[in-house]
């Protein structure tokens, strides 16, 4: 049985500026009284420019005390528009900051992603202590919490996996006890912590998925993520012009079309939220008074095309050097190396003697993966790809997706196009 506790998810676009940090205190104040567990993520850019500090440090370009500067400064100006008197909440932020300076102090960390998580884990710290500090001094007394106390993962840094257990005994120890209806509890998105209290971090994007953990350990109610959209468009609004909301999706939808790149949600928060029927609704912090979009367990009768682009793709055509069949043995070691080098396949497709794969290409894994096989098999790579996957795809959706475009790979199924595609070149004639 669903309890009366409901988890509300905020991201940095909605804590952009203190405009915005004030817009989304006055959403909360209609719900004080309510037993709500709020998770924020780091504000507007935050996180990417963390990410430059780490990059700056490791590479000893001497940027990296500015870059953090930068930030520093950022949320100085954020708390000094927001409160009468910044002091207090200066001092917590600063304790934080002062943190990754003696990351920066010492000598960059040969593991680099561990190095990464400590550093770039302060976004959200530094973002819920603002939060949690301005919804209290305006009389919604908020209790902040420490996620790293209740989120305790493996030590895969920069992609860590939750420990379910410990985790769920954890969020009913401590966190369930400040769930009253007299203060909400605010905590961080995106980062956990590994048995040795190190900070580790979820994956890009993984604040809607501290949500989801946070509502599967207390049996929320009901789950709320508040973006700067309407709801759920049938394709991104940013790529495409004439897209409408979704009133109602069903997890199973929701979860085709996330991993598929529908980053409105990250893939990972649809699932314990199913394991549970808790009902997600993804509302707009703009026009707060909106339907949003309710994803649950209920089956829609039938739906629109929903296009969801995944950019950044790679097809790999991997093939024997011994024109030997790609037969079972040699499929059983190519995916065993394509775990090793954590490649992410999102389609494949293969002959007698190839086998293609279509991988997102992050970092410099697919020419890692390439020289790790090269010895028994010849690889040839095209990047600078884009996965357009298609639920609930007809022929004139389909053809107006391809206009200009140059196809790689496709792959059918009553429900589902997906095609790996390029823009063609645009030839200019001249008269
Ligand atoms: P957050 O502030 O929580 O980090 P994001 O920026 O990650 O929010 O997610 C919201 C964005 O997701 C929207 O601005 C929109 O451009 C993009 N998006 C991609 N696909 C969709 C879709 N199918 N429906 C709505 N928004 C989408
Ligand atoms: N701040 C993190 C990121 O930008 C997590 C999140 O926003 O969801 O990736
Ligand atoms: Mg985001």
Same mark, same amino acid.
């Given at each position: 049985?669903?309890?009366?506790?409901?988890?509300?998810?905020?991201?940095?676009?909605?804590?952009?500026?203190?405009?915005?940090?004030?817009?989304?205190?006055? *959403?909360?104040?209609?719900?004080?009284?309510?037993?709500?567990? %709020?998770?924020? $993520?780091?504000?507007?850019?935050?996180?990417?420019?963390?990410?430059?500090?780490?990059?700056?440090?490791?590479?000893?370009?001497?940027?990296?005390?500015?870059?953090?500067?930068?930030?520093? +400064?950022?949320?100085?100006?954020?708390?000094?528009?927001?409160?009468?008197?910044?002091?207090?909440?200066?001092?917590?932020?600063?304790?934080?900051?002062?943190?990754?300076?003696?990351?920066?102090?010492?000598?960059?960390?040969?593991?680099?992603?561990?190095?990464?998580?400590?550093?770039?884990?302060?976004?959200?710290?530094?973002?819920?202590?603002?939060?949690?500090?301005?919804?209290?001094? *305006?009389? #919604?007394?908020?209790?902040? #919490?420490?996620?790293?106390?209740?989120?305790?993962?493996?030590? =895969?840094?920069?992609?860590?996996?939750?420990?379910?257990?410990?985790?769920?005994?954890?969020?009913?120890?401590?966190?369930?006890?400040?769930?009253?209806?007299?203060?909400?509890?605010? +905590?961080?998105?995106?980062?956990? $912590?590994?048995?040795?209290?190190?900070?580790?971090?979820?994956?890009?994007?993984? $604040?809607?998925? +501290?949500?989801?953990?946070?509502?599967?350990?207390?049996?929320?109610?009901?789950?709320? *993520?508040?973006?700067?959209?309407?709801?759920?468009?049938?394709?991104?609004?940013? =790529?495409?012009?004439?897209?409408?909301?979704?009133?109602?999706?069903?997890?199973?939808?929701?979860?085709?079309?996330?991993?598929?790149?529908?980053?409105? *949600?990250?893939?990972?928060?649809?699932?314990?939220?199913?394991?549970?029927? %808790?009902?997600?609704?993804?509302?707009?912090?703009?026009?707060?008074?909106?339907?949003?979009?309710?994803? $649950?367990?209920?089956?829609?009768?039938?739906?629109?095309?929903?296009?969801?682009?995944?950019?950044?793709?790679?097809?790999?055509?991997?093939?024997?050097?011994?024109?030997?069949?790609?037969?079972?043995?040699?499929?059983?070691?190519?995916?065993?190396?394509?775990?090793?080098?954590?490649?992410?396949?999102?389609?494949?497709?293969?002959?007698? %003697?190839?086998?293609?794969?279509?991988?997102?290409?992050?970092?410099?894994?697919?020419?890692?993966?390439?020289?790790?096989?090269?010895?028994?098999?010849?690889? %040839?790579?095209?990047?600078?790809?884009?996965?357009?996957?298609?639920?609930?795809?007809?022929?004139?959706?389909?053809?107006?997706?391809?206009?200009?475009?140059?196809?790689? #790979?496709?792959?059918?199924?009553?429900?589902?196009?997906?095609?790996?595609?390029?823009?063609?070149?645009?030839?200019?004639?001249?008269?």
């Amino acid at each position: 049985m669903n309890g009366d506790i409901r988890v509300f998810k905020f991201g940095g676009a909605s804590l952009r500026d203190a405009e915005r940090v004030r817009n989304v205190a006055s *959403i909360l104040k209609n719900y004080f009284g309510e037993r709500l567990l %709020i998770v924020v $993520s780091a504000m507007d850019k935050t996180t990417n420019a963390l990410e430059k500090v780490v990059a700056a440090h490791a590479s000893k370009s001497g940027k990296a005390y500015e870059l953090l500067a930068e930030i520093k +400064t950022f949320h100085y100006k954020m708390t000094e528009t927001l409160f009468e008197d910044s002091s207090e909440v200066n001092n917590l932020i600063h304790d934080i900051f002062v943190e990754a300076e003696w990351v920066l102090d010492e000598e960059p960390h040969p593991h680099y992603d561990y190095m990464y998580d400590q550093i770039v884990g302060i976004g959200e710290l530094v973002s819920s202590r603002i939060m949690a500090s301005y919804l209290s001094s *305006i009389g #919604l007394t908020t209790h902040w #919490l420490d996620a790293r106390d209740i989120i305790k993962t493996d030590n =895969l840094y920069r992609e860590a996996w939750v420990k379910w257990d410990e985790t769920v005994e954890n969020a009913k120890q401590l966190a369930m006890p400040h769930l009253q209806p007299s203060q909400f509890v605010m +905590t961080q998105g995106f980062i956990g $912590s590994t048995s040795e209290n190190f900070t580790t971090t979820l994956g890009r994007e993984g $604040s809607d998925y +501290t949500a989801a953990i946070f509502s599967y350990c207390l049996d929320a109610k009901d789950m709320s *993520i508040w973006k700067d959209v309407p709801g759920v468009l049938t394709a991104d609004p940013r =790529l495409f012009d004439n897209v409408t909301k979704l009133d109602r999706l069903s997890y199973k939808e929701a979860i085709e079309m996330t991993y598929y790149g529908a980053s409105v *949600i990250h893939p990972k928060t649809i699932k314990p939220l199913q394991n549970k029927s %808790i009902p997600l609704y993804v509302k707009s912090f703009i026009h707060p008074e909106g339907e949003g979009t309710l994803i $649950s367990s209920q089956v829609e009768d039938k739906y629109p095309p929903m296009v969801a682009v995944e950019r950044n793709q790679a097809v790999l055509y991997i093939s024997t050097r011994d024109f030997s069949f790609v037969a079972e043995h040699h499929m059983s070691y190519l995916f065993n190396k394509i775990a090793e080098y954590r490649l992410q396949v999102n389609m494949m497709q293969n002959t007698a %003697i190839s086998f293609a794969i279509c991988v997102n290409n992050i970092d410099d894994k697919i020419h890692q993966f390439s020289a790790g096989i090269q010895h028994n098999y010849g690889v %040839i790579i095209d990047e600078g790809l884009e996965l357009m996957t298609v639920r609930h795809y007809n022929q004139q959706t389909v053809n107006s997706l391809l206009d200009g475009k140059m196809v790689f #790979l496709e792959e059918r199924t009553p429900n589902t196009i997906q095609m790996v595609v390029k823009d063609l070149p645009v030839i200019t004639r001249k008269v």
